[in-house]
């Protein structure tokens, strides 16, 4: 079910000023703000929206939003620039009506912000397709061109739009959009020469130098730095929250999407450097020799390259700039400029130029933009202009500004009457004469063709002889003198001429909005807005395409000796044509207010709001709004809002809704002259009678509510009493169901407790009479038993002494015998007895001793040195005989299981013990490290395989030594080989032989008795090897390598036996000198190996670490 909903649902304040009650200045205001203070910004007074600048991003534009207010009757839903839109896109939809948004407030208070936000609602909600999705991309992509040529910061507003725009946008029948027209007003030429202190120039001139590429900077002879342009201010040249680099990248995009070709883009941006250029031309004076000074051109390079940018020929421009031709007729008279009129010209210049090129980016946009085909558009226009301007100082701009917004004050007027009349009439109403103040008056007074002020502005323009500001002032005084809304302090009323606040220079209209006070300083210079001939000539001239295209009254041949038509000429012309177009057209306003002059949110400045309220002419808007009818609204609605008001009504009306409205307003007892029947519509003359229907409303809802509510909370009563009924219900049958179990629970356990309680007693009363009887039963038993005891201890007792007398007897009778055979065995007994008792008993303790030993025999280990302990003295023979026996046994066992091998390693073993047990304290050591023999295994290594291939014979053994040298005591490792034929020392690195010395050439080898591994092998004297001296070497594997040198030289049965001298100091044969090698007891160093050191010449001296 469709949801109904009204404006006057859930209101902040009134969202219509229409039903504002009662209707004041400061109940506007306060209800402007109330709603403000709440995020409302949008407030009606009838169909037009008020729209405060929020100066901050609301939630109130999504897609959501859209598609709320879609198709949506405008008072159905609160106030906002969508149900505007919406409305007027229907009407243009479905009825066929023309459309206008006219869109109007003060710098900043959000006009461009409204107009772009209906456009892209507009967008939003019409027709889609790739075609119609590229016209709207178009018409919505005009606004960052425009925005970048036509706005700028001003103090009032950082993207002030500084022209008029008026769009029409063009729509097939079906509501999709064919294309579009744009037209500008009066962009504000002067602020391309001079900015006002914190404002800048229009934004493209710092987009351009802050987004163009070095290379597009280069071809323009630009530089990137603002502060070489004298047209550029500098003080508010960055703006906050604006990129211009990024903006210029957009406005680019937007002119391609547009339709600008990529040539068209340049001469844009070739005419926008060539202002900045021209506004860095200088003038200098130049005396000429009839005492008048003439302008020069100060440094050229500027004139220079602006010229080459537009194609000019330099010289051509730079006349220009100091000759003045005025031709009149058949004569052409040359006049030189001085300084400041070289200046006057070239900003002319420049404005000209700028503005023109604004003109063109229009004309250009519009023809990318214009509707297709030639059937008959529905059309909605845009217009976005400047809003009624009072400044301390107001000039011509203004004037023209404050005229326009005259002209659609008037047209307001003039079409929310005609609309409102028309409504009667359509409606059948009769039309009561509505009072109002019609500013048609002031229209004239500015726009008479006689004696209106923009015609005596030009009359005095275009009149021969002096014409200055003051001039045409006078004739002002002259002619308006007697105008009502004309005042002046020279004029003929006297009335003003001792009113102070209106300074002689200047004079004041009463405009609708309020009273402006106009400087006429500069109004006939900016009305005639002058261009030099010779320099539009100029400018014709160039090469450029669109320079020339811009100023086609410079071409020779078509010279106008008429003067051109005059600014304000030209404004008044272009706002008549405006105004008459939108007289065609169904008017919608939305009248924008700026919540104060700081750009904030949430601050809301009341003088500064009424003082927009006052001159937008709002509180007017309400009285002609409110002078017939302030309320009107179609039956069905206000049948479905207030039937509840009626019983008859309520709660269903089945006949058509208009009786049912009379039904109820007869039942509610409105005054009649408070209403009106129309064909659709019920018409209300006063909020006041709304509301009192409001409040009603609200009354009887709150009764409805409590009815409602009542009938409510009696079902709910009702139900819950039923089910807490039945609950009980249930709940009872369980509890006792719970409660007859628990009780028969309890009874069982009872049962059960007296049960056992019965059955203990019985079985202990039982248990009782057993005991009772087992103890008579134990009582006669032990009675018997002691009874049975004391006899049988009678007959022990009896038995006993008897024995004792038997053994008595048999004891002495022994005792008598053996008395008796000892008398008489005596003497054998001495002679044998004696030695056979002996012999017995040592063949008894030798038979126990040797099977002890058989069970207490040591292991077969040959190096286990146990053996059981002798147990007599006289054994020690046998004993320590067996022991030897069962030793030499278990070695002979032990080596009967040696191979081969391993009984060689063992005689190298016994020999080492031969040659060293006991004499030399490494010994103990080597004792359980096996002898390798290879112990760099020689024949594997590939490293050692040269060396290997040259020793012919199987090396018994390799080694690293260390060579002791005899210089410093240091050594040097060597690769120690043995073979059967002699030993050879080599390079450990290379491997390459250092020495040879076959075996028979050996003599002896000295040791010490210490645990060193120091060992000398000293050569037989004369042979050939003993020529470079003994070797002094050390090795880890020293017992070892002796061993095995002492047996391969034992072996050799044609060699001498070789000595092994073991002593702590022996002499060492190095070539020609003999040096005793000394070893002696050190403490540790370097780790626990022994070190040698060089004493003196002739003595080496080892300290060998003392072992613990
Ligand atoms: N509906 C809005 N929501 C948020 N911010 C807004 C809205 N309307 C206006 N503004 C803010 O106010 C600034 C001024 O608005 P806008 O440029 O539309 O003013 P204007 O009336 O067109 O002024 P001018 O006459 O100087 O062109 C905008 O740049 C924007 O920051
Ligand atoms: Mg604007």
Redesign the pocket.
């Known amino acids: 079910m469709e949801v109904k909903t009204s404006l006057l649902d859930n209101m902040i304040g009134v969202g219509d000023m229409v039903l504002l009650e009662p209707l004041s200045e400061d109940s506007f205001i306060e209800n402007l703000r109330k709603r403000f203070d709440h995020n409302e910004?949008y407030t009606y007074i009838g169909s037009v929206v008020i729209?405060m600048?929020?100066?901050?991003?609301?939630p109130i534009?999504t897609p959501d939003k859209v598609e709320e207010y879609r198709n949506r009757n405008f008072y159905e839903l609160s106030p906002h620039?969508y149900a505007l839109a919406d409305e007027a896109y229907r009407s243009l939809r479905d009825q066929d009506k023309d459309q206008c948004i006219l869109?109007t407030?003060?710098?900043?208070?959000?006009?461009?912000?409204?107009?772009?936000?209906v456009m892209s609602y507009v967008a939003a909600v019409c027709g889609k397709g790739q075609e119609v999705n590229k016209v709207k991309e178009q018409l919505l992509q005009s606004n960052p061109v425009l925005e970048a040529f036509g706005?700028a910061k001003?103090v009032?507003?950082?993207?002030?739009?500084?022209f008029g725009k008026y769009m029409d946008i063009e729509f097939d029948f079906k509501g999709d959009p064919l294309g579009g027209v744009i037209s500008n007003y009066l962009l504000e030429k002067s602020r391309v020469v001079k900015q006002p202190r914190g404002e800048r120039n229009f934004h493209v001139f710092y987009q351009l130098l802050s987004g163009a590429s070095e290379d597009t900077l280069k071809k323009l002879k630009l530089e990137r730095d603002f502060s070489k342009y004298n047209y550029l201010s500098l003080d508010s040249a960055a703006v906050n929250g604006l990129d211009d680099a990024a903006n210029f990248r957009t406005v680019r995009n937007a002119m391609q999407i547009v339709g600008f070709m990529e040539d068209e883009v340049q001469s844009v941006l070739e005419l926008v450097a060539a202002v900045l250029k021209l506004g860095n031309i200088e003038f200098k004076p130049e005396s000429r020799c009839n005492g008048i000074d003439e302008s020069r051109v100060k440094d050229k390079n500027d004139l220079k390259e602006m010229c080459e940018l537009l194609g000019i020929e330099q010289s051509v421009l730079e006349r220009a700039f100091s000759y003045r031709t005025v031709e009149a007729k058949l004569e052409k008279v040359s006049t030189t400029l001085n300084v400041s009129q070289a200046y006057y010209a070239r900003d002319a210049l420049a404005k000209n130029l700028y503005s023109r090129l604004f003109s063109w980016l229009v004309a250009r946009i519009n023809e990318s933009i214009k509707a297709q085909g030639k059937t008959r558009h529905k059309v909605m226009g845009v217009l976005?202009i400047?809003?009624f301007e009072i400044f301390e100082e107001n000039s011509f701009e203004q004037f023209i500004i404050n005229y326009c917004n005259e002209k659609l004050q008037q047209i307001f007027i003039e079409l929310t009457l005609r609309e409102e009349q028309e409504e009667y009439i359509r409606e059948g109403i009769e039309w009561t004469n509505i009072e109002y103040f019609n500013n048609a008056i002031i229209c004239d007074l500015i726009e008479n063709n006689q004696n209106g002020i923009m015609a005596m502005l030009d009359e005095e323009c275009l009149r021969p002889g002096t014409v200055t500001d003051e001039t045409f002032l006078d004739k002002l005084n002259t002619i308006c003198a007697e105008h009502q809304h004309f005042e002046s302090r020279l004029s003929k009323n006297s009335k003003f001429l001792t009113d102070h606040s209106l300074p002689h220079n200047c004079f004041r209209i009463q405009h609708y909005a309020g009273k402006v006070l106009y400087r006429v300083e500069g109004f006939v210079d900016k009305n005639n807005d002058l261009l030099y001939r010779d320099l539009s000539q100029a400018m014709y001239k160039a090469t450029h395409s669109l320079i020339k295209q811009l100023f086609p009254e410079g071409n020779p041949s078509k010279v106008n000796l008429k003067r051109p038509l005059t600014a304000g000429f030209q404004f008044r012309a272009s706002v008549g044509t405006l105004m008459r177009n939108l007289q065609t057209k169904n008017p919608n306003y939305i009248r924008?207010i700026?919540p104060n002059d700081k750009?904030a949110a949430h601050i809301f400045t009341d003088s500064l709001v009424c003082h927009q309220v006052r001159y937008l002419g709002l509180m007017e808007n309400v009285r002609v709004r409110r002078a017939g009818y302030a309320f009107r609204q179609t039956y069905e609605p206000c049948l479905e809002r207030y039937k509840m008001l009626c019983k008859r009504t309520w709660p269903h009306w089945r006949g058509p809704a208009r009786e049912g409205v009379e039904v109820l307003m007869a039942d509610l007892q409105v005054p009649t002259e408070e209403f009106s029947y129309g064909r659709s519509k019920i018409f209300i003359r006063n909020p006041r009678t709304l509301f009192s229907l409001e409040e009603r409303r609200r009354q009887c809802l709150q009764n409805l509510a409590t009815l409602i509510q009542k009938i409510y909370r009696g079902w709910k009563c009702r139900t819950h009493f039923l089910l807490l009924k039945k609950s009980q219900v249930v709940v009872a049958a369980w509890y006792r169901r719970y409660a007859q179990q628990k009780k028969y629970q309890k009874i069982k356990s009872a049962t059960t407790v007296v049960q056992s309680y019965t059955r203990g007693w019985k079985a202990r009363t039982l248990l009782r009479e057993l005991k009772y009887q087992k103890r008579c039963k134990e009582a006669v038993t032990t009675i018997a038993a002691y009874w049975h005891g004391t006899q049988a201890r009678r007959e022990l007792r009896r038995l006993k002494e008897e024995a004792r007398r038997k053994h008595a007897v048999a004891v002495i009778w022994a005792y008598w015998q053996g008395l008796k055979v000892r008398r008489e065995y005596r003497k054998f007994f001495r002679a044998n007895a004696g030695k056979k008792i002996y012999n017995f008993t040592i063949q008894r303790i030798l038979q126990k001793y040797f099977l002890s030993l058989r069970s207490t025999l040591p292991s077969m280990s040959p190096i286990d040195k146990n053996w059981p302990p002798r147990p007599y003295m006289f054994l020690d023979g046998v004993h320590s005989e067996l022991r030897r026996i069962f030793h030499l046994w278990r070695c002979k066992k032990y080596r009967s299981q040696f191979t081969d091998e391993k009984k060689a390693v063992y005689e190298e073993k016994l020999e080492a013990s031969e040659i060293f047990k006991d004499k030399k304290a490494l010994y103990p050591s080597s004792v359980s490290q096996p002898f390798r023999g290879d112990y760099l295994e020689i024949s594997k290594n590939p490293k050692y395989q040269k060396l290997n291939s040259s020793v012919e014979e199987k090396v018994l053994l390799a080694d690293v030594v260390n060579k002791i040298n005899r210089a410093n005591g240091k050594g040097t490792a060597r690769i120690f080989l043995l073979t059967k034929n002699g030993v050879l020392l080599a390079d450990q690195k290379t491997g390459q032989v250092k020495a040879s010395v076959p075996l028979p050439d050996l003599t002896s080898v000295s040791v010490s008795t210490q645990s060193d591994g120091f060992f000398a092998l000293r050569l037989k004297e004369g042979s050939a090897s003993a020529v470079k001296g003994d070797f002094l070497l050390s090795s880890e594997h020293l017992i070892e390598i002796i061993t095995k040198i002492h047996r391969v030289g034992a072996s050799a049965a044609d060699r001498e036996q070789l000595n092994i001298d073991i002593s702590d100091e022996f002499l060492v044969q190095f070539k020609q000198d003999k040096v005793c090698v000394k070893f002696i007891q050190g403490a540790p160093k370097n780790g626990n190996s022994a070190s040698c050191k060089r004493k003196n010449n002739r003595l080496l001296e080892v300290s060998v670490p003392t072992t613990a």
């Not at 009032?156 to 500084?162: A, E, I, K, P």
């Open positions: 910004i729209s600048n929020p100066y901050r991003t609301l534009f620039i869109i407030g003060e710098s900043g208070a959000g006009k461009t912000e409204a107009s772009k936000l706005n001003t009032r507003n950082d993207n002030s739009s500084r976005d400047y809003g924008c700026k750009k």
